[in-house]
Structure formats: C-alpha cells, structure tokens
Nanobody
C-alpha cells in the first residue's frame, strides 16, 4: 500500500504561482505512475496532469497546459506540480494519486488510480 500526503496549497492572487508536493511512503514509488486531480465546489473531480514512472512522459489537461508542470523525484519519493499564471478558476482541492496499472500516459480516468492523498486547498483570488 502507498500513503500519499500533499502539501503546498494556499491562497494566491491571480497570476501568481504555487508548487504542490506529494510525498509517498510505503511500497516502491517507482512502481507507480502519478497524477494530479482537482475538485472545485459542486463539481466532479477532474484530471490535471500525469507523469510516467520514469518521469520521461507527461500529459496535461488542456485547461492547464503551458501553465502547470508535473515532475517527480524518485529518490525522494515525491511528485510535484508547479502552477504558474494561476487563475481564479484553478481554485480547488488538489489531490495526488498513484496508479499501478500500465496504461498510456494520456489516460485520465480517476478510477484507474489506486491510491489517493487527502488533498490540499488552492485558492486563487481575482
């Protein structure tokens, strides 16, 4: 089993930046593709970004492409989400997730992920 703990959320003005971190413990981190999802009030949880086990492949939702960057440090068992040019519509609880199954990097289904963190709140003021 994998335990995931997110950190780095907070309140930021539009146009600002935040860096989220997700620390993993438990089984071997490199076994898992990692993803970030977010959920705004009254909305379903949606895909944000994913990264392959080695970190060489990434994929983004259109809404964040060019502004967000996902990365991972397998030596530190940590995945990151650098968020730049933040907009009020980016306001949500952000979750990291781990996926053990081997799927194309473009897979966005949240049901494909096996483990989830507790989430971290990101609020972007206008």
């Amino acid at each position: 089993q994998v335990q995931l703990v997110e950190s780095g959320g907070g309140l930021v003005q539009a146009g600002g930046s935040l860096r989220l971190s997700c620390a993993a413990s438990g089984r071997t981190f490199i076994r898992y593709a990692m993803g970030w999802f977010r959920q705004a009030p009254g909305k379903e949880r949606e895909f944000v970004a994913t990264i392959s086990r080695s970190g060489t492949s990434t994929y983004y939702a259109d809404s964040v492409k060019g502004r967000f960057t996902i990365s991972r440090d397998n030596a530190k068992n940590t995945v990151y989400l650098q968020m730049n040019s933040l907009k009020p519509e980016d306001t949500a609880v952000y979750y990291c997730a781990a996926r053990e199954s081997v799927l194309p990097v473009t897979s966005q289904g949240r049901r494909d992920y096996d483990y989830w963190g507790q989430g971290t709140q990101v609020t972007v003021s206008s």
